[in-house]
């Protein structure tokens, strides 16, 4: 045999290994990148499902007995951890606790309490929407934190007087 065919057989096995080696990396990376976008999307899911659960959840806190809203409560705080968005997360877990019986020394009449957690429900509602269609998150109402003041106050006074 001589020189030529012996670069050329070389040049040929060269180019064998280097296309093999290119095709073997590019299936990687590739497969690598599709992975990754699956358990994005898995994660997506779980929490689209969770949120759509928090919804039903709210539901029962407003139509339910105390029994039931008790049951949805702790199930809603199991499902907010599903949420992919902190600041999502950290609006509902706080919107969420609004639902819990008022303390006993709260002075807000029957009908107030009922409005209370209905227009909580209502921003929750609204809040978990944007989150699911992906717009901006609406800004939070100053009547939450009032909300959220009643139950801090008859809490403290309650600690103060015991």
């Known amino acids: 045999m001589d020189a030529a065919t012996w670069v050329a057989a070389g040049a040929g096995l ?6 093999g080696a290119i095709s073997t990396w590019s299936a990687l990376v590739t497969q690598k990148r599709t992975a990754a976008s699956l358990q994005d999307e898995k994660r997506r899911d779980r929490a689209r499902n969770a ?3 928090i919804l039903e959840k709210i539901a029962v806190f407003l139509l339910e007995d105390v029994q039931s809203a008790t049951m949805a409560f702790f199930q809603a705080h199991r499902l907010v ?8 997360r ?14 006993e020394d709260d002075r807000r009449s029957h009908a107030q309490l009922n409005a209370d957690k ?8 609204e809040l978990l929407g944007a989150y699911l269609r992906e ?10 934190e009032e909300i959220r003041q009643h139950y ?3 809490t403290r006074s309650s600690g103060e007087r015991g």
Do not use: C, M, W
Request: charged share 25%; aromatic share 6%.
């Open 14 to 19: 060269t180019g064998t290994v280097l296309g």
């Open 51 to 53: 949120a759509e659960e």
């Open 81 to 88: 951890e599903h949420i992919s968005d902190k600041e999502v």
């Open 90 to 103: 950290i609006r509902l877990r706080d919107g969420v606790n609004l639902f819990i019986p008022p303390p």
């Open 118 to 125: 209905a227009f909580v429900g209502r921003y929750l509602t």
């Open 135 to 144: 717009e901006p998150l609406p800004p939070q109402p100053e009547r939450i």
């Open 152 to 154: 801090s106050r008859a």
